[in-house]
């Protein structure tokens, strides 16, 4: 699945005609998106996404930071060391992207969880978070620089993409069990689940 939505960027997007007005608009549509799963249905809840967005989640818990400052931080650098091998492009949407998110998280922050119940939190804050990064992969950005990070190491070893990725998001889902509990990680890994399902779906058959 991740090997998909990789070759989708590739292949598809950068030779695509879609003006780069209409990249920006549905951009910040996506971002938007993730911010409104962010803190209307998971953070509030104790329930994380895997990369960068997970740990922002377990630092802003953990420090009582905003964790739209997290996500500025801690993504630019994986965007950066991207730019040189997805070019110029992908750098303007992914940095627009993560702006328009971390925005978003802040003007949320202060309004209250839509729902406690664990099912809605899982299916439908996961719906909406994968929708949105689907949307914002499907028109040329990225919003979690781990997926950056997975790309550029997979391409000088033997592992995948997803390998990489399940990797690093093993760690972030184990930490979580320490500073949430047991219950919460299941729910972010369920979570996890549907929006990386959603994601999917999103970029190939919308």
């Not at 739209?68 to 091998?85: A, E, K, Q, R």
């Not at 990225?142 to 995948?160: Q, W």
């Not at 997803?162 to 500073?179: A, D, R």
């Amino acid at each position: 699945m991740f090997r998909k939505r990789v070759n989708y960027y590739i292949d598809n997007n950068r030779s695509s005609s879609i003006s780069f007005y209409k990249r920006g608009c549905s951009i910040f549509c996506g971002a938007s998106l993730v911010a409104i799963s962010l803190q209307l249905f998971l953070v509030k809840n104790y329930v994380i996404d895997g990369g960068v967005i997970g740990i922002s989640i377990i630092l802003s818990h953990i420090t009582r930071q905003e964790v739209g400052l997290f996500l500025l931080v801690l993504n630019t650098p994986f965007f950066i060391i991207g730019y040189s091998y997805l070019g110029k492009r992908f750098l303007a949407l992914s940095l627009f992207a993560i702006l328009v998110l971390s925005l978003g998280t802040y003007v949320l922050e202060p309004y209250p969880a839509l729902t406690h119940h664990p099912l809605l939190v899982i299916i439908l804050g996961g719906m909406i978070l994968g929708l949105g990064v689907g949307i914002t992969i499907r028109f040329g950005g990225c919003l979690d620089g781990t997926e950056v990070l997975a790309i550029l190491f997979s391409k000088r070893s033997r592992f995948s993409i997803g390998q990489y990725i399940l990797f690093l998001n093993f760690f972030i889902f184990t930490s979580s069990i320490f500073i949430f509990g047991l219950k919460e990680a299941i729910y972010s890994l369920a979570t996890f689940f549907v929006a990386y399902k959603t994601i999917d779906f999103s970029i190939h058959h919308a």
